[in-house]
């Protein structure tokens, strides 16, 4: 049987940002966390939607027609192909939920390296 996944420890071991790491698979899904600071890039995901939970902080999402400002328990899920921008004011822990081997740049020649955890 499986171990529990204790999301707090897992944020304790790592502290850049912008780097999600994998916690758990969840039918051929990546479940990850990250710490977010700062503006992340513009970007879409041609092939799938992107799940965004906040854990602790405030994260706002820009969108090309207007932002979506989230906080701690609160989720969005950007519709695949739509553009958008990450932007948290403080350190902002996520919970992110997508395909595995999806870049979080949607490209994957600028993406992050995803490691488990």
């Known amino acids: 049987m499986s171990r529990t996944v204790n999301l707090n420890e897992k944020l304790a071991l790592f502290s850049e940002h912008w780097s999600p790491k994998i916690v758990a698979d969840f039918n051929g899904n990546d479940v990850m966390v990250a710490k977010v600071k700062g503006e992340f890039n513009w970007h879409s995901?041609?092939?799938?939607?992107?799940?965004?939970?906040?854990?602790?902080?405030?994260?706002?999402?820009?969108?090309?027609?207007?932002?979506?400002?989230?906080?701690?328990?609160?989720?969005?899920?950007?519709?695949?192909?739509?553009?958008?921008?990450?932007?948290?004011?403080?350190?902002?822990?996520?919970?992110l939920i997508e395909p595995a081997g999806t870049p979080n740049t949607g490209d994957a020649a600028t993406a992050a390296t995803k490691v488990q955890i």
């Not at 999402?61 to 519709?79: A, F, H, S, T």
């Open 45 to 95: 995901h041609p092939d799938t939607d992107d799940f965004f939970l906040v854990l602790k902080g405030r994260l706002t999402i820009k969108l090309r027609d207007g932002d979506v400002v989230l906080g701690p328990g609160e989720m969005y899920v950007v519709p695949k192909g739509v553009e958008h921008c990450p932007v948290a004011e403080e350190e902002t822990h996520l919970l």
